[in-house]
Each structure stands twice: as structure tokens, then as C-alpha cells.
């Protein structure tokens, strides 16, 4: 016997692509939460979107709640007449007689035991599908007409069943709840009834609507790659656009439209942009790489003529958008990009912070600065690049393509003439913008996206606008995983602490935030950075605690230096000395805090050669300063792992140590003496990092 399910469809008017993943997800949340809340088990649930629906499946649903059996202890017999009216009232019993008596510690006391039926499902779920209607999280949503209750698009149709029967009494703005589903909004708008979803899915089907959006996506792709293969040509990779694409339909038929030859001329960059951004199409490549004078994109509808009045009115509608692309890439370059930084002095950056042409002045200086630690990189191209590297923020071009603002400016940039090293820096000044984008790595280019970054960083740190919780609306997280990115992967020697100070005075000199203490913001920053840093890690397997263990050293902010001790450092705990020697680590250091709180001391002074009466202290004694004076100088020579073989010579030491000699004798001088030892074992271990932050 087939076990019953809830189906549920709420048909609207087209939902907008970006919302429609979260408003699945949503949906089943909420959903199942208010079955877990009635006590109904289940056996799983999928969400499905198309542009016009939210679709939920939840399979095992039982017919009936559970019974209920609960026990409710109440007051003491003989209690007063409030107490004992208030706890019936709480638990819906009339009098006492319904109750028992039951010994407790203190006297009897009563007792309600309370047994309710299990209510039919079908029942309970009308309430729980019009609590989770009503509050909806929709990111926007709408009113319409004379209704209460806010939804994405207008509601146009709801389809609920259990077990097959329609769920009466559920109602959303007027419309009420049924069993039947409509199709394709033009090629098969008639109603039809559904009896499980099954059957549901399989009337979509033959109704042009395609449910799962991960079908959706792969029909495109496939029937994409299949058109454009007849063509001699490949489709240009962009899964961004081909999700979004797979929720503007719900029946995807694939056509190839051509571009006018007079558009050919445009950067590339602009075609793709135009054609992606505002019409969806997709781009596509010759056999060569270049771009072909084609595009593909996605129809949801069949007709009779192949497509033919389709294609046509695409391409019209390009035609149009390519046009006003050409006239704004010819109307720029009559206007010289230097021409243009002016007209930055009329763009706010940040209220507090200046204008955008007050930022370019100190990226430029900061990028100059930068140029004395990145190899090759020439101080005039940097500083030009960075006075140029927001100009085309203020041409035509990028006002009406803004995702091109970088890229239109090295394209004007070598149309005026300017060296190819300053205008790829202005198009990588932005780079990278995400964890798949590639860094910046000729050196202007590095040198102007790091000035960039930490101008912006500085700044926002100065006014104490920073990241909180999931509120990040400047992209400060996004700017410092840039910076951590340029300089590790360049392996750029940078401290980071002078760096941030540079940028601070830069501020400060035109008025920003005078009385901030520069120390206390650089300290902050850095910090900030270490927990960006450890989130950039993460992925790659280096565990945060190492990182956590090296920043707890202070003053280090070379994060390349930093990267080669936690890496070391990683490596000296995997072998068995290192993990040892750690165990000893916590061993001394457990020993120490405690009766450093039992005598109030901190066991920081030098240890007595004299009261070194056991062979094994003496040993250990001897053996740490020696490794300390070798490790201190593999330190000051970043030979990492040298000091960390030093380390692992004090294992046989210190276990010698802890097998025969007892810290805490009688005799208080030379239990004194051996506290220190251990004080100074562990202050040994934490030249390399805080032993003490190291897990596991």
C-alpha cells in the first residue's frame, strides 16, 4: 500500500531567477518545521521552482498524529485555591477529580495526565501550509488589489493534495486551494486535475513545463553545445548565466541569432557584456578563441517556423543594444582618459572619506610606496596607472555597462597611447573579485590592486565601518582576501603593519579621522587579517589553529614569512617528536598555571645552575639553551624548518624529565627552580609560535 504524500504548488506570475533557489529552500524549511512542530514524521521532501512555481513534495507522511500522552506535575495537595485553579486552567482540565495524587519528597503532590487523540492529518495541514503562505520570507514582495498578505508576484493558482485528496480550507489571497495545476503559460494553459505527483510531473511534461531546474539547465547546456557545434563554433563558458537562464523558463528551446559585422569592431568585453547582461544571451567562440558573430540563447516557446521570427526579432533587439554600445565606444575615445580624472572629484566615495578623485591621489602615493617592495615594478607606471585607474568610471561606456568598468579603461588607456603596463594595471586594479578570479601578477599591476584594497580597508577601518556578522555592504572581507591573495601568490615580502600605517597618514593628512590612534587601528586591521587568512586556508587543508599559534606571536605581518612558520610548523606536529613535544608543552604548562595560581607568581625569573641537583634537569637545562641560541638564529635566517628540528632535540630531554625528577618537593628552592625550568621549556617552544593555541 502506497504511503501518502503532500503535494503542494503555489502558481504564480514569474518569480525573478535570483530569488528562486532561496524560495525553495524556504519553502521546505518551513514546511517541515511546522511538520516536525505537529508531530508529523516523514520520510523526505524535494522543492522544485520554474519561473511561475514553487513546488513541494514530501513523501511518508503518516494519516493521523501520534496520540499524546503527557504527565503535568502540578502544586502540593491541600495548595491554595489560586494555585490549584491557575494549573488546571494551564493544563485545559474542569477539576481536581481528573488529576492524581503522587508521593514527591516534600508531600503529595498533583498530578494531570493528559491524553489527546492524534488529529488526521489532513486536519493539521491547512494551518500549517497558510501560516507558512502568510510568512513568507520573499527578500521583496508585493501587494495587489485589495489584498492583506504579501507575495512575490500575484498568486494565480494553488495545488494541494494528501494522499491524493484535494486539502480543503487553505486560502490565499482568495484563492482557494485545489487539485488541479495549469501548464505552459501559452502553449498548454488549460487546467488539468493531478492525482499524486507522479502524475503531476508527468502533466507538466506534456504541458511544456520542464520541472526540475537541473533538467532545465542540462537540456540548455546540452542543446547549446549541439547548435553550436553544427555551426562550426563552441559556447563561451558562463554557469552564472546558464543558472540564471534555466529560471527564466520553463520549456528551453536553444536558437542561434547572428551579429552585424559593423558590431565586430566593439572589445569583445562590450559585446559579451551587452548581449549577457541585458538580453541573456550566450557568446560564442571560433575554432581560433576569437569571438564568432554569433550568439546563442534560450526560447520558451516551440513554433512552426523553426524560429525563424524569434531569431529575427533577437537579432533587432541586439542590433538596437550593440548600436548604443558603438556610440558610446566611439563618443569616449574622443576624450583623453587623463582628461577625465577631473570629473572623479564629482563622485563620492564615502561620506567620510572624500570624493573618488581624493582616493586616486592616495592609491597613487601608496602605490609608489609599494613599488620599493615588489620586484620590477616602475614607480611613474605605477603612479600613472593609479591616477588613470578610475577615469572610466566617468565614461559613457561604463555608465551603461558598469561590469566593464576596469577593462573599458585599459582599452581607452592604449588608445591615448599609454604603455601596456599601465593599462593592464588599470583593468587588474580590480582583480581579484572572487575566489575563482585570477590575481594580478606583472608588477604595476600588483602594486596599484594592493594600494587600491588597502586604501579602501584603511579607510573604512578609520571610521570604524567594519564587516558585522553576515553585513558586509562595503566588500571589506572581499578586498582583504584580495590583498592576501596578490601577496601570496606573488610571494611578496610586504609588512603589512608599515604598509596600513602609510595609508593611515595618507588619511589623516586631508583630515580623515585625525585623533584615531594609528597603532591601535594597524593592530586591529591585522587581526581582521588573520581571520580572513584563516578562511582563505581553509580549503587547502592548513589548519587555522597554526595560523592562530604564529599571529599570537605579535608584530608578525610579513604573510609570507608567516605562511613558511605555520607550514613548518605543520610539518614538526605531524612527525611523532613534534607530537610528543607538545604533549610535554601542555604537560609544563599545565604544571606551571597551576601553582602559579596557587602562589600568585609567574615563575618568570632565571633558572639556578646550582639547584640543579637531578642529572635530568640538568640535561634539560643544558639542551634548551643550547636549542634556543640555535633556533633563534635559524629564526633570524627564516630557516623554519632548521628551527624546528632544533626543537624536536629537547623530546628525550624533557621526557627524561618528567619520568624521574618530581617538581614539587618539599624543599621550596628547588621546587622554585624547577618551575622556571619549565616556565623557560615553554618559553623555548614559543619563539616558533603560542604552543598553547595548537589543538588536538
Known amino acids: 500500500m502506497p504511503v501518502p504524500e503532500l503535494l503542494l504548488e503555489i502558481l504564480s506570475q514569474e518569480i525573478p531567477a535570483r530569488m528562486q533557489k532561496r524560495a525553495a529552500e524556504d519553502l521546505k524549511r518551513l514546511v ?26 514530501v513523501e511518508g507522511l503518516p494519516e493521523q498524529q501520534p496520540d499524546l500522552r503527557e504527565e503535568r506535575k502540578g502544586p502540593k495537595v491541600g495548595a491554595p485555591d489560586k494555585a490549584v485553579e491557575g494549573f488546571l486552567r494551564n493544563v485545559g482540565l474542569q477539576s481536581l477529580e481528573q488529576c492524581e495524587k503522587r508521593d514527591a519528597s516534600k508531600g503529595e503532590v498533583w498530578f494531570a495526565i493528559i491524553e489527546r487523540q492524534g488529529e488526521p492529518t489532513a486536519n493539521i495541514l491547512p494551518d ?29 493558482n494553488i495545488l494541494c493534495l494528501f494522499d491524493g485528496v484535494a486539502v480543503e480550507r487553505i486560502s490565499f489571497n482568495g ?17 488539468a486535475e493531478v492525482t499524486c505527483f507522479a502524475d503531476y510531473r508527468n502533466k507538466l511534461a506534456a504541458a511544456f513545463v520542464m520541472l526540475d531546474r537541473a533538467e532545465r539547465s542540462a537540456t540548455i547546456a546540452v542543446s547549446l553545445q549541439n547548435i ?23 520549456w528551453p528551446v536553444c536558437l542561434l541569432g547572428t551579429i552585424d559585422a559593423e558590431f565586430m569592431d566593439l572589445p569583445s568585453e562590450a559585446l559579451t557584456s551587452s548581449m549577457r547582461t541585458h538580453q541573456k544571451y550566450f557568446a560564442l567562440s ?52 587623463a582628461e577625465r580624472v577631473p570629473a572623479l572629484g564629482e563622485i563620492t566615495f564615502h561620506a567620510k572619506l572624500g570624493t573618488v578623485a581624493e582616493k586616486v591621489q592616495r592609491v597613487m602615493a601608496l602605490a609608489a610606496d609599494l613599488t620599493d617592495n615588489i620586484f620590477g615594478a616602475e614607480r611613474d607606471a605605477a603612479r600613472r596607472a593609479a591616477q588613470l585607474c578610475k577615469a572610466d568610471l566617468v565614461t559613457g561606456m561604463v555608465s551603461e555597462f558598469p561590469d566593464l568598468q576596469g577593462v573599458m579603461g585599459r582599452y581607452y588607456a592604449l588608445h591615448d597611447g599609454e604603455s601596456a603596463a599601465v593599462a593592464d594595471a588599470i583593468a587588474d586594479h580590480y582583480s581579484p573579485l572572487g575566489p575563482n578570479d585570477q590575481c594580478p601578477t606583472s608588477p604595476v599591476s600588483v602594486a596599484v590592486a594592493l594600494a587600491d584594497k588597502i586604501d579602501t580597508l584603511t579607510g573604512f577601518w578609520l571610521i570604524d565601518e567594519k564587516p558585522t556578522g553576515s553585513k558586509d555592504p562595503y566588500a571589506i572581507r572581499r578586498a582583504a582576501l584580495g590583498v592576501i591573495r596578490i601577496i601570496l601568490e606573488n610571494s611578496l615580502r610586504l609588512n603589512l603593519l608599515n604598509i596600513f600605517a602609510i595609508a593611515i597618514r595618507l588619511y589623516k593628512d586631508k583630515g580623515v579621522a585625525e585623533d584615531a590612534e594609528t597603532d591601535a587601528v594597524t593592530t586591529d586591521l591585522l587581526g581582521f587579517f588573520a581571520d580572513r587568512l584563516k578562511v582563505h586556508l581553509r580549503e587547502t587543508g592548513i589548519r587555522h589553529d597554526l595560523i592562530s599559534a604564529v599571529f599570537a606571536l605579535g608584530g608578525e605581518d610579513d604573510l ?127 619563539q616558533i609560535a603560542d604552543f598553547s593555541l595548537i589543538e588536538g
Open 175 to 191: 484563492v482557494l486551494a485545489g487539485n488541479h495545476t495549469n501548464g505552459h503559460r501559452f502553449l498548454s494553459p488549460a487546467p
Open 560 to 686: 609570507v614569512r608567516l605562511m613558511a612558520r605555520v607550514k613548518a610548523l605543520g610539518s614538526f606536529l605531524s612527525n611523532e617528536d613534534g607530537e610528543n613535544l607538545l604533549v610535554a608543552y601542555r604537560r609544563a604548562a599545565n604544571i606551571v598555571r597551576i601553582e602559579s595560581k596557587k602562589d600568585k607568581s609567574e615563575f618568570g625569573g632565571n633558572v639556578s645552575v646550582d639547584l640543579l641537583a637531578e642529572g635530568e634537569e640538568r640535561a634539560l637545562f643544558e639542551n634548551f639553551v643550547k636549542v634556543r641560541s640555535d633556533a633563534e638564529d635559524a629564526i633570524e635566517d627564516e630557516r623554519f624548518d632548521s628551527a624546528m628540528e632544533e626543537m624536536a632535540k629537547l623530546r628525550q630531554p624533557v621526557d627524561a624529565f618528567f619520568e624521574k625528577v618530581t617538581v614539587n618537593v618539599d624543599d621550596l628552592d628547588l621546587r622554585l627552580n624547577r618551575l622556571r625550568l619549565l616556565s623557560q621549556f615553554g618559553t623555548t617552544l614559543n
Open 228 to 250: 553550436a557545434e553544427g555551426a562550426g563554433l563552441t559556447v563561451n563558458d558562463d554557469p552564472a548565466l546558464l543558472d540564471e537562464v534555466s529560471g527564466l523558463i520553463e
Open 128 to 156: 500549517i501550509i497558510k501560516d507558512v503562505l502568510v510568512k513568507f520570507p520573499w527578500p521583496k514582495s508585493m501587494r495587489w488589489g485589495a489584498e492583506t498578505h504579501r507575495w512575490v508576484r500575484p498568486v494565480e
Open 286 to 337: 571560433n575554432s581560433d578563441g576569437s569571438l564568432a558573430p554569433r550568439f546563442g540563447f534560450v526560447a520558451n516557446m516551440t513554433v512552426t517556423d523553426g524560429g525563424a521570427a524569434i531569431v529575427a526579432g533577437n537579432e533587432r533587439v541586439l542590433r538596437a543594444r550593440l548600436a548604443d554600445a558603438n556610440f558610446f565606444w566611439d563618443k569616449d575615445r574622443r576624450m583623453r582618459l
Open 32 to 57: 517541515l518545521d511546522g511538520l516536525k512542530k505537529a508531530r508529523l514524521a516523514f520520510a523526505g521532501a524535494d522543492a522544485y521552482t520554474t519561473p511561475r512555481r514553487l513546488v513541494l513534495v
